[in-house]
């Protein structure tokens, strides 16, 4: 029997995370350890923000450096896992919506900072589906559900983003901590996700300025609904790394893994 891969939200934060030994690194790193190891692993990366969804499908994807003014060392990096063309053409054909090949990007930072420390080793196949810009939030929840299927044959569904994700209001002074508004959001939604309420996520702009403070544009927060979307009902849901940084970024990640 196959196993059930589980589905996982990171709030990557900074590039800084794929060299840095931290509260997150380590999480991340514990993730991998408790799971199945992946046959292929769909990155839906808050960096690959598009018109219309794109779809990875080359056989070496390339890695993308997304990010200026950082330490020369976080550039030296080189995560080039194999591309999965197979599990791109099957993801293809599972989403209803118009969606296109496209290899003009690769592996870009909201992915590889993260499996750096998940599969250090890069021998698990990676492939990345854009964040269409102009969809609403109910269609990256729809293509999230339609993929859930690639679960059941060892495919890893990785939603890489932030809850909040504010950089216009930065506090460098406040270190690991947030505004009172970054964590009221962030609460709400994680109230949500444990009450299985995705419909009061979807409609997450509702909340007014708490919502316009957290999410002032929704790159970051978009790959969410897709880990959601591809939640089971039955899912048991564990919460790591819920924190925030510098005032307005929200660290906070989930895992889903089957109950059965």
């Not at 923000?49 to 779809?55: M, V």
């Not at 030296?76 to 197979?86: A, D, H, K, N, R």
């Not at 409609?203 to 927060?221: C, I, R, S, Y």
Request: hydrophobic residues 40%; contains cysteine; negative net charge.
């Amino acid at each position: 029997m196959k196993s059930m891969m589980p589905v996982v939200f990171i709030g990557h934060g900074s590039p800084m995370n794929a060299i840095d030994d931290n509260a997150y690194s380590r999480a991340w790193k514990n993730i991998a350890q408790r799971i199945p190891k992946p046959k292929a692993i769909v990155s839906f990366s808050a960096h690959w923000f598009t018109q219309g969804t794109k779809i990875m499908n080359e056989r070496q994807p390339r890695t993308v450096y997304d990010m200026y003014g950082f330490p020369r060392e976080l550039y030296e990096i080189v995560y080039s896992p194999p591309g999965s063309p197979g599990v791109a053409a099957v993801a293809k054909e599972l989403i209803s919506r118009e969606t296109k090949y496209d290899n003009s990007w690769g592996i870009d930072h909201g992915t590889w900072s993260v499996l750096v420390h998940m599969f250090p080793q890069g021998d698990v196949p990676v492939f990345q589906i854009s964040i269409d810009a102009s969809a609403p939030p109910q269609s990256h929840y729809r293509i999230g559900n339609e993929l859930k299927t690639l679960r059941k044959e060892g495919v890893l569904l990785l939603a890489s983003g932030n809850i909040v994700h504010n950089l216009r209001l930065v506090n460098w002074s406040m270190g690991s901590a947030g505004f009172d508004w970054a964590y009221a959001f962030d609460g709400y939604i994680h109230e949500n996700i444990i009450s299985k309420s995705h419909r009061n996520i979807l409609e997450f702009g509702e909340l007014g300025n708490p919502a316009k403070l957290a999410v002032p544009t929704p790159d970051h927060f978009y790959p969410l609904l897709y880990a959601l979307g591809a939640a089971n009902d039955d899912d048991e849901c564990s919460v790591f790394a819920q924190s925030c940084e510098l005032g307005s970024v929200s660290m906070t990640s989930y895992l889903w893994e089957s109950s059965k």
